[in-house]
């Protein structure tokens, strides 16, 4: 049975490492779909950036070419912080086999997100790599090992970190906002 890949996560802003985690679950054969989520607001944060409908509307335009990419406004729809299995219950409804993308930086704090005993008996897991960091060989391994975050991006903003497609925009949103 084909998987549908969920990638979730803030999008703030989205850069060639998102761009490349893509990619790369593009050229899985086992991947049918990747379901893209950006979060409302992440729930391990107190605040963003660049609003949600705006990251939202970035995100449907850097893969507005990609068929096999889809993504959901369910999170962003729902105007708080949405924790990761219900998002995968929402996505459940519609599909069979779901896989969990991950940043290997994500691997030490799993076991604190809400449900964990529950989210790592729906989904599986792909984890892709980041800062060198060990992935367990119970996980897939995505190897995409792009050294930035958005964090980063923010504070030294170039946009050669940023999606061809439309880095003028948001380069000029986060500069402007930076600039406040």
Do not use: C
């Not at 084909?2 to 979730?8: D, E, K, N, P, S």
């Not at 975050?149 to 940023?162: H, I, P, Q, V, Y």
Request: glycine share 2%.
């Amino acid at each position: 049975m084909r998987t549908v890949a969920l990638y979730g996560g803030s999008f703030d802003p989205p850069h060639r490492g998102h761009e490349a985690v893509v990619k790369a679950l593009l050229a899985d054969d086992e991947i049918e779909k990747i379901i893209i989520m950006p979060t409302y607001l992440n729930p391990f944060k107190e605040s963003f950036f660049a609003p949600a409908s705006l990251r939202l509307a970035w995100l449907r335009e850097i893969f507005e070419d990609e068929s096999r990419v889809v993504v959901s406004d369910f999170e962003v729809n729902m105007g708080r912080k949405v924790p990761t299995i219900e998002t995968v219950k929402f996505l459940q409804k519609r599909y069979a086999n779901i896989a969990l993308v991950i940043g290997a930086d994500n691997l030490a704090s799993l076991h604190k997100w809400q449900e964990y005993n529950l989210l790592k008996e729906s989904v599986s897991f792909i984890v892709a790599t980041r800062d060198k960091i060990a992935i367990p060989s119970k996980y897939k391994h995505l190897d995409v090992d792009v050294p930035i975050s958005s964090s980063e991006l923010r504070k030294s903003f170039s946009t050669d970190m940023l999606v061809e497609k439309n880095a003028t925009l948001i380069e000029k949103y986060y500069k402007e906002k930076n600039e406040q």
